[in-house]
Nanobody, 122 residues
Framework: QVQLVESGGGLVQPGGSLRLSCAAS????????MGWYRQAPGKQRELVAR???????NYADSVKGRFTISRDNEKNTMSLQMNSLKPEDTAVYYC????????????????WGQGTQVTVSS
């Protein structure tokens, strides 16, 4: 059974920083891309940042220059360093593993974590 667990959320003042982590566990052969998504109350879930297995990244325009995504392919972990946080960054942040395969011959599928709350407020 594959699980994705996020950690690192919390309450922070505007201008502050947080670092989110995501750990994938269970029977894992390979993870293609990984990404961070967020969902604010009353809004649709949106992509925040994504990183391929080879390390290519892309970011939402709203977080470019403030957030940095990274991953460790050997440990099946991913992080999101969030700096200069704004109240509009408040949301539940979700980790996603794309095309995760459990064996060399199995078809991959996507997995989601349970989410971690980030609140930016004074």
């Amino acid at each position: 059974q594959v699980q994705l667990v996020e950690s690192g959320g919390g309450l922070v003042q505007p201008g502050g920083s947080l670092r989110l982590s995501c750990a994938a566990s269970g029977r894992i052969f390979r993870i293609n891309a990984m990404g961070w998504y967020r969902q604010a109350p009353g809004k649709q879930r949106e992509l925040v940042a994504r990183i391929t297995r080879g390390g290519s990244t892309n970011y939402a325009d709203s977080v470019k220059g403030r957030f940095t995504i990274s991953r460790d392919n050997e440990k099946n972990t991913m992080s999101l360093q969030m700096n200069s946080l704004k109240p509009e960054d408040t949301a539940v942040y979700y980790c996603k593993a794309e095309d995760l395969s459990t064996t060399a011959w199995s078809t991959g599928r996507d997995y989601w974590g349970q989410g971690t709350q980030v609140t930016v407020s004074s």
